[in-house]
């Protein structure tokens, strides 16, 4: 017998039928004579459409209210998902996060877990219940409901199975698994059998939301066994873990992010801790900067550009705003119409030739280069959106990643 923890995506539980699917699943697992606890997404457009109703009502809403709004999706399918697994009769409850005592931070609509507290889960299975719970939801200090950022539900998922213990944790999805690029993006992308933590969570922080990337960051720190699968097809998936037991590719795969913009702080002043103050004003509104470029300085001025997730922007133009006697710019210049393409692979970091290669396919392809960043397993560009998906189908014939099937 295990603890097994299987999480649900949107599209998975998409319709009456797609719920069904998921029941039958869930009780072949529970018929195996294991405990099962279910993560669900709400059900599929159903966050972005929530999204739409607020802004009919009032595009500057509180993040709390939004919070409120967008964590009843997932009470819906947590409900929905319970009744269909009483209707093929076998013992079921579904719980909210309040119910678990999953609790997080403050920061509504991209909250961390800090912890869960009481043993609600626990209890339910030692009843030998099936437990449902509400994905991407959580609890403050203030029992106020907050979210934990799009694509949250796998970290739901990975925080109860190291909280319970659990055996192993399943992702399921609408592909088969981890892909060398987006499938939708590159048709003949090839299916990883296992990926390291490491890989992954640059993966998952460059664009690939295959996998949240706090679930990823979370999965290694507690070492947990998870895997990502299809709950369309019954098929094997990819096996996300320690970098040890995983071959060292050069390339593991390509990610395109498409969410961020560019920001230009033109002719600042060329002193001595400039870059210091701008970004650590940035930081203390928890602003996630990323690409950074500085130009060399002339005249005594320089320039400062740097991307930040859209999501971001607002909170990143209120800060440029209120300091602006500090930063003291000539002008600032903001683009929306820019992508992020990235290689990841833990191989790159001894072989020195790799950034040049995904230049060339980027030259090849006629795409410019705006900018440029590298760290130990990763090297991306950010170039103009158009181009995105032609970069990225570029890079990955360029490593010939179709071809290596593993
Ligand atoms: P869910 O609703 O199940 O959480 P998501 O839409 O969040 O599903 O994530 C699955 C999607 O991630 C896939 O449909 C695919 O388009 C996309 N994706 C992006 N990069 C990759 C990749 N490298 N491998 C697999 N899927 C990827
Ligand atoms: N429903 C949330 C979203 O659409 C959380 C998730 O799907 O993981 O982002
Ligand atoms: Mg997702």
């Known amino acids: ?100 005592g999953l609790m997080t931070d403050s920061n509504y ?64 999805t609408d592909v088969r698994g981890v892909f060398t690029a987006d499938p939708r993006i590159v048709p003949d992308a090839v299916q990883l059998n296992d990926i390291s933590y490491d890989e992954m969570l640059e993966l998952a922080s460059l664009g690939a939301n295959v996998l949240h990337n706090r679930s990823v960051e979370m999965a290694k720190k507690y070492n947990i066994n998870l895997e ?27 990610a395109r992010d498409n969410d961020i913009a560019r920001i230009s702080l033109v002719g600042v002043e060329d002193t001595p801790g400039k870059a210091f103050q701008i970004f650590a004003h940035l930081a203390k509104k928890k602003v996630n900067v990323d690409v950074i470029l500085q130009s060399i300085g002339r005249d005594g001025k320089k320039d400062i550009s740097f991307t930040v997730p859209s999501s971001q922007l607002e909170a990143t133009r209120k800060t440029l705003d209120e300091n602006s006697g500090m930063i003291g710019a000539e002008h600032i210049d903001i683009n929306e119409n820019v992508s992020k393409v990235s290689i990841v692979g833990a191989g790159m970091a001894s072989n020195p030739g790799v950034a040049a290669t995904m230049f060339e396919a980027l030259y090849d392809a006629g795409i410019n280069i705006n900018m440029i960043s590298t760290s130990e397993i990763k090297v991306s560009v950010l170039i103009d959106k158009p181009y995105a998906e032609d970069a990225v189908r570029a890079i990955h014939a360029k490593f010939h990643l179709d071809a290596k099937r593993d």
């Not at 649900?8 to 099962?36: K, L, M, P, W």
């Not at 990819?238 to 795969?253: C, D, F, P, Q, Y």
């Open 1 to 100: 017998m295990a603890l097994i923890v299987q999480k649900f995506g949107g599209t998975s539980v998409a319709n009456a039928e797609r719920i069904f699917n998921v029941a039958n699943r869930v009780v072949e697992t529970y018929d195996q004579d294991n405990d099962v606890v279910v993560v669900v997404s709400a059900q599929g457009d159903t966050t972005d459409e929530l999204i739409e109703k607020a802004k009919e009502i009032n595009p500057r809403a509180s993040k709390r209210e939004m919070d409120v709004l967008l964590s009843t999706g997932e009470q819906q399918s947590m409900a929905l998902l319970a009744m269909a697994i009483e209707k093929i009769g076998r013992p079921v409850v579904s719980l909210s996060a309040w119910q678990v």
């Open 109 to 172: 609509s991209n909250s961390r877990i800090k912890r869960i507290v009481g043993n609600r889960i626990q209890a339910e299975l030692d009843k030998h219940k099936i437990v449902v719970m509400a994905g991407f939801q959580g609890i403050n200090k203030f029992d106020d409901v907050t979210t934990l950022g799009r694509g949250g539900s796998d970290t739901s998922a990975v925080a109860v199975a190291s909280a319970l213990g659990a055996d192993l944790c399943q992702i399921y």
């Open 228 to 254: 990502v699968l299809s709950s369309l097809e019954k098929a094997p998936g990819t096996i996300v873990k320690e970098a040890n037991s995983v071959e060292k590719m050069l390339v593991r795969g390509v």
